[in-house]
């Protein structure tokens, strides 16, 4: 089995002890949160995900960082499911590609009440695991990032990138260690239509939620 807390990110920008961590899911998370811990880093998991759809999907990812959150006694803010804004905000762009501008406003969206969440709890830094990702586009996540934070003048987006470092390879190996739900696209009602439209180009099977997991290496 891995050790826990291979590596550490360097401190919080400005010298600050504290940070509200957007998390989207337990695998993109688990590695931020472990690097975090062992740079006696003091953090809150803010779960605010409208963009995950249906409802069973959501409750599963949902369900699979608070379980992770809950192994090392990290506080897990749980925020609304109001989907009807998200689709409010969609509106328009149901073809726009992944990485296009549908996603520069889910992000947005969600980081906006990151900030609001930020600067009413006194926390002076968010930041998010959302990047770590390598089918995302780190410069326009950190763009979101940094204008939702530019509301508040107490208030920055730390950027720093949790892909470097071993960093992504570490966010497999806990996922597999966990045995954490594995999700199959990137969240909204579009990308799983797009997913499975692909798939069937493939030859392969439909997503079927709540089926796929990692699996833990054997060794
Ligand atoms: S593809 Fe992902 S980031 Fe883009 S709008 Fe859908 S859920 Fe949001």
């Known amino acids: ?52 759809h249906p409802l069973k999907e959501y409750e599963l990812r949902k369900e699979e960082n608070i379980r992770f ?69 780190m410069k326009q996540i950190n763009s979101c990032g940094v204008r939702a934070a530019a509301a508040y003048p107490d208030l920055m987006y730390w950027d720093f990138n949790w892909r470097k470092g071993g960093g992504s390879s570490r966010m497999i190996e806990i996922s597999k260690r966990e045995s954490f739900y594995q999700q199959e696209y990137c969240g909204c009602v579009y990308s799983l239509r797009d997913t499975n439209r692909h798939r069937v180009t493939q030859g392969r099977e439909r997503i079927q939620i709540g089926v796929q997991y990692y699996q833990p290496d054997e060794s």
């Open 69 to 137: 959150a809950e192994k090392f006694g990290v506080p897990f803010i749980d925020a609304d499911y109001d989907r009807d804004n998200w689709f409010e905000r969609a509106r328009g762009l149901e073809w726009s590609p992944e990485r296009g501008e549908r996603c520069t406003m889910c992000f947005d969206m969600r980081f906006e009440r990151t900030a609001l969440y930020a600067h009413e709890n006194g926390f002076p830094v968010m930041t998010s695991c959302l990047g770590i990702s390598r089918w995302k586009d």
């Open 1 to 52: 089995m891995s050790e826990p807390f291979q590596r550490q990110p360097p401190p919080l920008p400005g010298g600050h002890k504290k940070v509200l961590l957007h998390s989207c899911c337990a695998p993109c998370s688990g590695e931020v949160m472990e690097a975090m811990l062992a740079s006696g880093i003091e953090y809150t998991i803010y779960f605010y995900n409208p963009n995950i």
